[in-house]
């Protein structure tokens, strides 16, 4: 198994751009989530998906960020317009059901001037 | 107050040390307590678990949970500098998706 597989690994954008990153979870994996990773915050999670339907995303910081999954093997964050704060490591992480089966992946370093 | 509250370092001990890692946590619902290790530029891995309270050991490593403080611990035995890591505490309960992780520890081992 590749397990999760994220894209870009490194991402320099300008403020004001819109940046997409994108997750490919492990194959039969039925919940997908994105975290965002900073020094000052530490791991924090935005969003979670359940058979690609949405179920919280209370910690989606404002609404310059969203995100997808229109099928189970692909999901999306999108921020638009970016800012110099939104600068961090973005991991996405899957499981089957249970918090004891997450797999993260390798993260999207984002950085935004 | 943050739910999980982890002292981010740095750490830093010789090799064939004891290093004792710490995380506080205010929601007494928590059932799960983990450790990851989170090697650089890579995600963070499932270190070991433990649910409800008591000990766990494997190895080197040994993850203590106290219910009554809400306070839990990793111990890691003979250090080595491939234990270099940053190691994060994370909690969920049962039945929940969601894991809250604590900032994470920045641990160094020297030769």
């Known amino acids: 198994d590749a397990g999760v597989i994220q894209s870009p690994r490194h991402e320099v954008t300008e403020m004001g751009q819109e940046v997409t990153l994108r997750c490919k979870p492990i194959?039969?994996?039925?919940?997908l989530f994105w975290y965002r990773q900073t020094m000052m915050r530490g791991l924090e999670l935005l969003i979670y998906f359940n058979n690609n339907v949405p179920i919280d995303d209370s910690g989606m910081p404002e609404d310059r960020f969203s995100a997808k999954m229109p099928n189970a093997s692909f999901s999306t964050l999108k921020i638009q317009p970016s800012e110099p704060r939104d600068s961090a490591v973005y991991f996405c992480?899957?499981?089957?059901?249970?918090?004891?089966?997450?797999?993260f992946g390798s993260g999207t370093r984002l950085t935004v001037v | 107050q943050k739910e999980v509250e982890q002292d981010p370092g740095p750490l830093s001990v010789p090799e064939g040390a004891i290093v004792s890692l710490n995380c506080t946590y205010s929601?007494?619902?928590?059932?799960?307590f983990m450790w990851y290790r989170q090697y650089s530029r890579k995600g963070p891995e499932l270190l070991m678990y433990t649910y409800s309270s008591g000990n766990k050991e494997d190895g080197r490593f040994t993850a203590q949970v106290d219910k009554s403080s809400k306070y839990i611990s990793l111990f890691i035995r003979d250090s080595q500098p491939s234990d270099s890591a940053t190691y994060l505490c994370a909690m969920g309960i049962q039945g929940a998706q969601k894991l809250v992780f604590g900032q994470g520890t920045r641990l160094t081992i020297n030769p």
């Open positions: 194959s039969g994996h039925d919940y």
């Open positions: 992480a899957s499981s089957l059901g249970g918090v004891l089966s997450y797999t």
């Open positions: 929601n007494s619902a928590f059932q799960y």
